[in-house]
């Protein structure tokens, strides 16, 4: 029977039903507490733990077959086995320096390490890392790809379709730059921003508008514009010219 040094002594590694079980005399030895302490805080708090999940009260027969010899006597009737849980609410008013060292050992060294994998165990366990990093490798190429697409439109300066800068609806339009930003915001216009490369390789970015609801609002508002001399006054716009308007697409 194999063994876990906790505390400086040796436990013997006990299972039952594939996970790791400590008796409430291991409980006693391993914290150097008098003999029966486990036990009274066992039937203490009994109420509070879950048989089955928290513990497992063993009939002789069971401590038989599914326990190694000198667990419990061979005269015993039965026997109480705690689980990792159970083990932690059992001793939670052990809170001496010892009992902090000792909980910290035995979960971490004796409740949570498991019998060595299988040889088909190993190769499942690889062939599921390959697959993980598989996909991680593919994310990846995927964000590369699209970075790299990104900075390439924005290398050639690409612009969204159907979109033009402030400068090209001026020229559209006959207004100023203030007041087609006006009437962008006037007449909600959809806007997006523009990245792109200077030519001394710098990034830039600028504001653009989407022409045709640019243009569609530009008309609908000159047809409701009234003149002012040599000026137009709309009630959203207020004063201002557009250069030419008549003959603007």
């Known amino acids: 029977m194999s063994t876990v040094t906790i505390n400086n002594k040796q436990l013997p590694a006990v299972e039952y039903r594939g996970q790791r079980v400590v008796t409430l005399a291991m409980i006693d030895d391993v914290h150097q507490r008098p003999d029966g302490t486990a036990g009274r805080n066992f039937r203490e708090n009994k109420s509070r733990l879950i048989e089955g999940e928290d513990y497992f009260e063993l009939g002789s027969d069971e401590i038989r077959r599914h326990l190694p010899d000198g667990i419990f ?66 994310q990846v190429e995927e964000q ?65 508008v989407e022409l045709e609801p640019f243009m569609k609002a530009f008309r609908q508002m000159m047809s409701e514009a009234e003149p002012r001399g040599t000026r137009w006054f709309h009630p959203r716009m207020g004063l201002f010219q557009a250069i030419g308007w008549e003959n603007k697409p």
């Open 73 to 138: 006597s061979k005269f015993a009737a039965s026997g109480i086995v705690l689980v990792e849980s159970g083990y932690l609410m059992l001793v939670k008013s052990f809170t001496d320096d010892l009992a902090w060292q000792v909980q910290r050992e035995l979960v971490n060294c004796y409740f949570r390490t498991r019998a060595p994998l299988t040889e088909i165990e190993m190769i499942a366990a690889m062939a599921a890392d390959a697959v993980r990093q598989q996909k991680r490798l593919s």
């Open 144 to 208: 590369i790809e699209a970075v790299t697409e990104t900075v390439d439109n924005i290398k050639r300066g690409n612009m969204r379709a159907g979109y033009v800068g402030y400068r090209q609806a001026v020229a559209k339009s006959g207004l100023s730059d203030a007041k087609c930003r006006t009437l962008v915001n006037a007449y909600r216009i959809p806007t997006d921003t523009h990245e792109f490369m200077t030519p001394d390789g710098l990034l830039s970015r600028r504001a653009i």
